[in-house]
């Protein structure tokens, strides 16, 4: 079990601390050593064990492939992530690899099908609510429902979603990574700034974003992403200057988080051929960064 274990953690470093550029080259080698483990296991390996460590690999690896844009990897990965999880006959590791797999079917256009399977793991998970892992895999899984719901309009299901994630938090008292779903209350607090933003409520998103200190984000990655959802919820309410500062915050947190990404690039290209361009010191540098056309 200790070496399985060793491989997963490695996956988990390798995806957390924000180094995108590392994640192309260790991922593929990790995931070829934990099939060989489950193929010859060592001593005191189970092959339940090599199938739930497998998946996790596997669904790093997604999570990775839809923030890179590579939704065709993600819908591969994330099969094989599904395929491990059930092989292993752990009700964990499958909830996991299907919240994934319904961020890659609602990145596909295919919502309805995507909620449906959160609501069906939702509900397989709900008898049984008590330890810190179980807590933190259901409260994952109401806030991706609840974000399914705001890109699809659905504002009162989105409501409730998260809602119950709230709940989970709540109880959960703190920020963690059980099954390295970096679930609590802060991360709760980022999916409502994220779900106040997709269904247009800018002030909204940013009252959200506002209760969270940024410090109290657990990775790099995730603080990366709240710069950019506070640079997004600013952008959409015609704020440059406030949309300019939260880009190079988050910058600062990650630069591998925000270069070379569509949103950073849309509203950078946006700020570049905006009236108050000439206020933002630095703009053309940055977007020279980012990979946007000057």
Known sequence: MDSLLRIVSCGSAVFWPGQSAAHPTRLPNLIAAATATRADPRPGDTATAAHAQLAELYTLTTDLA????????????????????????????????????????????????????????????????????????????????AYTAAADGDRDTAKTFIAEAVDAATRLGTDADHRYTSFGPTGVGLYQLSIARVMGDSGTAIEHARRINPASIPSTERRARYGVDVARAYHQWGKPEHCYRALLAAEHASPDEVRYRKPTTTMTATLLSHPAANRLPGLHDFARRTGTAV
């Open 66 to 145: 839809i923030k890179t844009g590579r939704d065709r990897l993600a819908w591969t990965v994330a099969d094989r992530a599904s395929q491990a999880a059930d092989a292993s006959g752990d009700l964990l590791t499958q909830a996991t690899a299907r919240r994934v797999w319904a961020i890659v079917l609602c990145r596909a256009g295919h919502g309805d099908t995507a909620q449906q399977m959160e609501i069906d793991t939702a509900l397989a998970l709900q008898p049984d609510l008590r330890t810190p892992d179980q807590l933190s895999v259901y409260g994952s899984l109401m806030e991706t429902a």
